[in-house]
């Protein structure tokens, strides 16, 4: 990818269950953005946020599995965009604590969602601090070093984060400022207008804080009950309806086409039953979300490959990071007591962090002699953890080429399968075969790099 391209930066806060809201409001509008050709898109999820809303480990560790689930399952692919766990990039803590020594203390005492705490408690009569962390206070520079380490041009938001966007722009130029170089592109706010705001099952924002979302992969039948849930007015079926006021509609509007939502309209001034209007819902929404559901639900059931895909793509976002935090620590003077402040050293200290990465993240596969005469051969993954054994053979060139094969077969699952049936113990159980692919699938992608190299 190249980085002329306009980067776009989306974070989603692992606090909670998807809901409908969440998918009209943000999944799907970002997943169609994350198909541009002129853009690099970074999405993440943000697990150390999440420490801020939430004091309760297993639903950060679900929340994450619930919400990687489901951006993948509605589309979102791994191999076209940065898509990471923010707490998988160390070098964003490291760049927090960067920005907190040139941040104003003045310009958090400013930041909404502290000044509404302090509000709080002095209307409750209060000490202004109580029940404030330190981490709600810091929150707008963890967001900070969530934009600026992959020097992101744009995060799209609502207009309640569009101070948090201004706050980056600041931390960073202050920056750059004190440190005398552009270390930093300041991001824009991308005020998302057109994206629809889903109401309630009682008519208020869908939102967890009310208690009245429609979680997104409630099984048919619990969405249709959810459905038959939502408030509406006393009138008869027979009355014209207000289609304009009416949530129920404001939700139909929302999945279907212009075509659909004209021919409700025209159901609503006609004087549709409320009971029809909800199965005409729960029928458009569920016919959109029925094969995605199945894919989630794929997903879901195998955490340790959601796994395998956010290390890969912290690998991936982790090349654009380590360069970056390598020149900002030379910057700041955390650098090698020989070293000088001149820009070669800077480049020389941050293409040798890269290649330490990319070589040190890297699954290995070692053929060996044992004891016994017999030649085998071993694939560890970036770990270490034993991946594959082989079993035994009488010349080190059928474990070779065997080896190689596995190799050259990379991502291809049906003829990685076809050889651990000639390679692996017999009798023996193999690891997971997403596992064993995955980690191929990196070899031959390495060996393909060097190979381009060579030319």
Known sequence: MSHDKRRILTGITTSGTPHLGNYVGAIRPAI???????????????????????????RVQQSTLEIAASWLAC?????????????????????????????????????????????????????ADAGITAGLYMYPVLMAADILIFNAHEVPVGRDQIQHIEMARDIGQR?????????????????????????????????????????????????KKAILGIVTDSRAPGEPKDADGSNLFAIYQAFASAEEAAAMR??????????????????????????????YDALAARPERIEELLHAG???????????????????????????????????????????????????????READGKFYFKLAGA??????????FDAPKDAGMLAAALVDAGDDATAVSGLLARCAPVGEPVQSIDTIVS?????????LAKLVGKD
Not at 37 to 46: M, P, R, T
């Open 32 to 58: 169609a953005a994350s198909r541009r050709a002129d853009a690099e898109s970074f999405y993440f999820l943000a697990d150390y946020h999440a420490l801020i809303k939430t004091g309760d480990p297993a």
């Open 266 to 295: 025209r159901a609503f001034d006609d004087g549709i039953a409320w009971g029809d209007a909800k199965q005409k819902l729960f029928e458009r929404v569920d016919a959109e979300l029925a094969p995605l559901r199945e894919r």
């Open 314 to 368: 912290a690998r991936k976002a982790r090349e654009r990071s380590v360069p970056l935090l390598a020149r900002l620590r030379h910057a700041v003077g955390i650098r090698a007591l020989g070293a000088k402040g001149v820009t070669a050293d800077v480049a020389t200290a941050a293409t040798k962090a890269a290649v330490d990465l990319h070589a040190a993240k890297l699954p290995v596969l070692k053929s060996y």
């Open 383 to 392: 770990d270490g953890a034993v991946l594959l054994q082989s079993r035994a």
């Open 175 to 223: 920056f750059n400022h004190l440190y005398g170089n552009e270390y930093f592109t300041l991001p824009a706010a991308k005020i998302e207008e057109n994206v629809a705001t889903l109401p309630g099952t009682d008519g208020r924002k869908m939102s967890k804080s009310y208690d009245n979302t429609i979680p997104l992969w409630l099984p048919a039948k619990d969405l």
């Open 439 to 447: 980690a191929l699938a990196q070899l031959k992608a390495d060996k």
């Open 75 to 127: 589309g979102l692919d791994p191999d076209k965009v940065f898509f990471y766990r923010q707490s998988d990039i160390p070098e964003i803590p490291e760049l927090t604590w960067f920005l907190t020594c040139v941040t104003a203390k003045g310009l958090l005492n400013r930041a909404h969602a502290y000044k509404a705490a302090v509000d709080a408690n002095e209307t409750a009569s209060e000490d």
